[in-house]
């Protein structure tokens, strides 16, 4: 007992020296590599002549998240195939982005998803771009509070239940670096930051999964017998309903996950900021490609670690330590590597989620400035030092926010904030994204609809799921309000927000559908082909 009370203080300070380490680099890189004229474009966009390959770097650093570092690996421990199947949507997801919304956007959009839409639907922009920007701010601050959320598990590992000061502090001080680098550092240290960390974190799971398999001599089929036979489920653990089996709603659930999982990527506001970043198509369609192979072997990297974490440490011993399941990849590099692997991929786990965190920031911060205040508020008579300084303000609003709402939340898994965060892109902006870009006859009433629409069906039935309420595992336990089965609303609100954006299109009337054609015909040229306004 006292030499593992010994080895825990080890693994901490040295968690605590490494992420001290890599932050004070971090930050004060990013500082030197923030803004140095007072250009919106720079503070957006950052800059705009990288490789593909760093581009690809930075798009992989802003996705993986700690709901991918943390909760995608706890999934696959605690549910095996099923676990597994999360992280086969991705690389759809990819495929998505890659297939239908990179090139179009990049080529009509400017700084944000607002200047695209204000481009296709010229005579209601601000509207639309009020809607938009709120749609935004849900959408990054839900996923903000998710990474957050996983700080204080991270703690939890060490010092157990931590106390409600112990928990604000952390959100507090982690929150706090977070506006520093969206703030200051603008696109330029975000991407620095991105970067490093994507290199990072491909190394760490490369390392311990490969640690995992020469643990398994390189077999595959022992790796999988021996996590079935420690997950105390027998050869339930490898077939697929653990989860998501047996019941019609559980199933329905699984697939209103995926649908979000799939269609949710493709309008995540920091990773369409990231696609409007590149000079030229060709470095996009690289930055893509690069990005999918790299976000693709994390994921099979964990699944390896899911499994490992299963078959190494014990199915049962994983879900008493944290139900959830994000403690799983920390106690599989404790038996692996002791305090040291353990120290570092927590260090990691931290890394991570900062830079996500300060990616979300900052692209919620630029859609207030730049869609709200700039184009909205101001009318588009705003000058360049103001924008910046009212997007700086807003990081730091953001920041606020998400760290009152982390604590808030305190005991929601990190990947089910995620994928709300996925359902609700997918239900609101994904269909104002999709027609603005394909439908001739998409006018602004649509697009408000959709935008409106797909935000307040998707919260609407989030809050009255048994994610909210009436589960052991929901944030208010004792009370019972739940009458929406599904834990993700996907099925229903992703539906709901095209169908809204069809329906609100066939009633904006002649006028309407005369304007939207004669501004569309306009915007196809420069969709396909482009051109350089920034």
């Known amino acids: 007992m006292q030499s593992a009370a010994i080895a825990d203080q080890f693994s901490l300070r040295l968690t605590f020296i490494l992420f001290v380490s890599v932050v004070v680099v971090t930050l004060f890189t990013a500082l030197l590599t923030a803004p140095q004229r007072d250009e919106i474009s720079e503070f957006y966009l950052g800059n705009r002549d990288m490789s593909p390959l760093r581009n690809g770097l930075a798009m992989c650093g802003d996705y993986v998240s700690a709901a991918t570092l943390l909760g995608s690996t706890g999934l696959v421990a605690l549910n095996g195939y099923d676990g597994l199947l999360y992280l086969g949507g991705t690389m759809v997801a990819w495929m998505m982005v890659l297939l239908m919304v990179a090139e179009p956007l990049r080529n009509s959009g400017k700084f944000t998803l607002g200047d695209t ?204 330590v944290d139900p959830r399941g994000d403690a799983a990849i920390l106690l599989l590099a404790h038996k692996l590597g002791g305090a040291v692997l353990e120290a570092l991929l927590s260090s990691l786990a931290f890394i991570t989620l900062l830079a996500v965190a300060a990616g979300l920031t900052l692209a919620a911060a630029s859609s207030l400035a730049h869609d709200l205040y700039s184009e909205v508020i101001r009318k588009g008579k705003a000058k360049q030092t103001e924008e910046l300084g009212v997007a700086r303000l807003a990081a730091v609003v953001i920041g606020v926010m998400g760290m009152l709402l982390a604590l808030l939340s305190w005991g929601t898994s990190t990947a089910t904030l995620a994928f709300l965060a996925f359902a609700i892109a997918a239900s609101a902006i994904l269909p104002a994204i999709v027609y603005s870009l394909f439908w001739r006859g998409f006018t602004t009433r649509g697009a408000l609809l959709s935008l409106y629409g797909g935000l307040l069906c998707s919260v609407l039935l989030v809050v009255f799921s048994p994610i909210i309420s009436s589960q052991p595992n929901s944030v208010y336990p004792d009370a019972d309000f739940a009458w929406f089965p599904l834990q993700n609303p996907g099925i229903v609100s992703i539906p709901a927000g095209f169908l809204l954006g069809w329906l609100g299109s066939l009633a904006g009337g002649r006028g309407q559908a005369v304007t939207s054609t004669d501004a569309f015909a306009e915007f196809e040229v420069r969709a396909l082909v482009g051109t350089d306004q920034r």
């Open 117 to 320: 839409l204000a481009l296709r639907l010229p005579h209601g922009q601000r509207s639309v771009r009020l809607a938009l920007a709120l749609c935004t701010l849900a959408v990054c601050l839900l996923y903000l509070v998710a990474q957050l959320v996983g700080s204080i598990a991270l703690l939890t590992q060490f010092i157990g239940d931590p106390s409600p000061t112990t928990r604000a502090m952390c959100v507090v001080v982690i929150g706090s670096m977070v506006v520093v680098y969206a703030a200051i550092g603008g696109m330029p240290g975000a991407t620095f930051i991105q970067v490093v960390k994507a290199v990072m974190l491909i190394a760490g799971v490369a390392i311990t999964a490969v640690m995992v398999l020469q643990h398994f001599s390189w077999n595959i089929d022992r790796l999988l017998s021996t996590a079935s036979d420690n997950s105390a489920l027998g050869d339930r653990f490898l077939e697929p309903g653990l989860r998501y089996g047996g019941t019609t709603t559980n199933k329905l659930d699984f697939f209103s996950l995926q649908l979000a999982i799939v269609l949710g990527l493709a309008a995540l506001p920091h990773i369409m900021m990231r696609l409007l970043a590149p000079r030229t198509t060709r470095v996009l369609r690289g930055s893509v490609v690069w990005a999918l192979g790299l976000v693709g072997f994390v994921c099979l990297a964990a699944g390896v670690l899911g499994l490992g974490a299963t078959a190494i440490v014990g199915r049962e011993n994983i879900a008493q």
